[in-house]
């Protein structure tokens, strides 16, 4: 969302960039593209599905429901130099003696 508001309309990917990393950012954009893209109906794009499982008393989906949650996330690769990394406090999926 934030590089389609800075002006960008093409985007790349690269190693690890998957068939649902394209249709997430196309979701994203569907209100300016007029409509989803194919597969939306295979995808969770309102998070319809992860909201009844929380309604259910899942307690691993009791935030996953709101978009703002996702918004918030801020994701460990695992590889230790990267920005991603070093904005977590305390990284649980990452093994700790690499950080050494």
Known sequence: REAYDLGVRVIGGCCGFEPYHIRAIAEEVAEERNGFPEGTDKSDHDLSTMKKKADLGRPDY?????????M??????GRPMSPALYKQPDPQLVNKAILQ
């Open 72 to 77: 918030d996330l801020v994701p460990c690769t």
């Open 62 to 70: 009791a935030l996953k429901g709101s978009k703002q949650f996702w």
